[in-house]
């Protein structure tokens, strides 16, 4: 089998492919893998495992067709992460969210659709949903998405569907909660939060902090997206919940304590503009048609994470700025 992997050099996708390459996933011991990826300041070749002789990497930007047309042919399956993906980076300056998140899903669609692929996993995020006070989101929920980032999630979300429905591609789409994991850029809350600390300097903890995320292990992600590649519906999406809920405050009081902190190193800033209040998803669906339920424990994932930034200061001290 041959599979394409979009943003495989960023967070989840280069974090898929290891596992994939690893032989992590049965039946995939032979199973050859192409990264397509523009490399922006989120992409690093440095995360994957190369040189490999079922790895081949291509730079290339989701938006160019004849980049896409020229790498499809011959995979059986594409599973589609690239994107921008942080919510401040898009209230700052939207258009690049637009362009790649939208136009680049849609000709990443068409070119799939030119190239006859079998399979395509969509990736997109619970944020779509916009924000919820009690109860959890099923996939039927609206698209009510907040910031520019979500917007553009929900528009490619949309481009998805009339994919499916105006010419049968075989598509799925995943909504994932908040992940956390190795690898993760440095301007994304935990890794934010524990590169300060190691580095002796403060946390910047958001308005009153008490705004509520669900949060999951990258592995659990990426072996959700895995059953859904395999074994789901085209024209289906799948809500992946990591089954851990906890306010932005508890988070920072973990983290601090694993970094050995006290809370004289929180600096409270400004809040977010329109931030989402509480995500929470209901994801009995996976749970029930392709029994996924996620492996690792929120506590032991933190306090691993947290010692895989202390050991690997060499990746992460580029990014930091
Ligand atoms: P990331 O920002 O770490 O990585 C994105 C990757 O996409 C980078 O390697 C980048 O170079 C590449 N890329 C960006 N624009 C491109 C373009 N035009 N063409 C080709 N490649 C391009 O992101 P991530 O955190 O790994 O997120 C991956 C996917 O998962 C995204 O679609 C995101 O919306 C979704 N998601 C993320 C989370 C999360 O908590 N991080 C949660 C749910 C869903």
Redesign the pocket.
């Known amino acids: 089998m041959r599979i394409l992997v979009?943003?495989?050099?960023?967070?989840?996708?280069s974090h898929y492919v290891r596992t994939l390459l690893d032989g992590a996933y049965p039946d995939h011991g032979d199973t050859r893998v192409t990264v397509?990826?523009?490399?922006?300041y989120?992409?690093d070749r440095g995360k994957l495992p190369e040189p490999h002789p079922r790895l081949t990497f291509v730079q290339?930007?989701?938006?160019d067709a004849d980049a896409l047309l020229a790498a499809l042919p011959g995979h059986d399956a594409v599973v589609h992460?690239?994107?921008?993906?942080?919510v401040d980076r898009s209230l700052a300056s939207a258009r690049e969210f637009f362009t790649?998140n939208v136009l680049?899903t849609q000709t990443l669609l068409d070119c799939c659709r030119r190239t006859g692929v079998d399979r395509i996993v969509h990736?997109?995020?619970?944020e779509v949903y916009g924000t919820i006070d009690e109860g959890s989101w099923t996939e039927d929920h609206p698209l009510l998405p907040n910031s520019p980032y979500a917007a553009s999630?929900a528009a490619s979300d949309l481009a998805v569907r009339a994919y499916f429905r105006s010419h049968d591609l075989p598509v799925m789409i995943t909504r994932?909660?908040?992940?956390y994991g190795p690898y993760?850029?440095t301007e994304?809350v935990i890794p934010l939060f524990v590169t300060n600390l190691l580095s002796g300097r403060d946390v910047p903890l958001y308005g009153d902090g008490l705004n509520v995320r669900e949060w999951i292990h990258v592995d659990d992600h990426c072996r959700a997206v895995q059953l859904v590649l395999e074994n789901g519906r085209p024209g289906e999406v799948y809500n992946i919940g990591g089954g851990t809920e906890i306010t932005n405050r508890e988070l920072t009081k973990q983290l601090l304590e694993l970094c050995g902190e006290g809370w004289d190193r929180v600096r409270h800033v400004t809040d977010r503009k329109a931030h989402d209040r509480r995500y929470s998803l209901d994801d009995t669906k996976i749970r029930r048609e392709l029994g996924y339920q996620p492996a690792i424990a929120f506590e032991q994932g933190l306090a691993d994470i947290v010692k895989w930034y202390r050991d690997n200061r060499d990746w992460w001290d580029k990014t930091t700025r």
Request: proline share 0%; net charge negative; glycine share 18%.
């Open positions: 979009t943003g495989g050099a960023g967070f989840i996708g397509f990826d523009k490399l922006t989120a992409g290339g930007d989701v938006c992460f690239a994107a921008e993906s942080h790649t680049g990736v997109s995020t619970d999630k994932c909660c908040n992940n993760q850029y994304k």
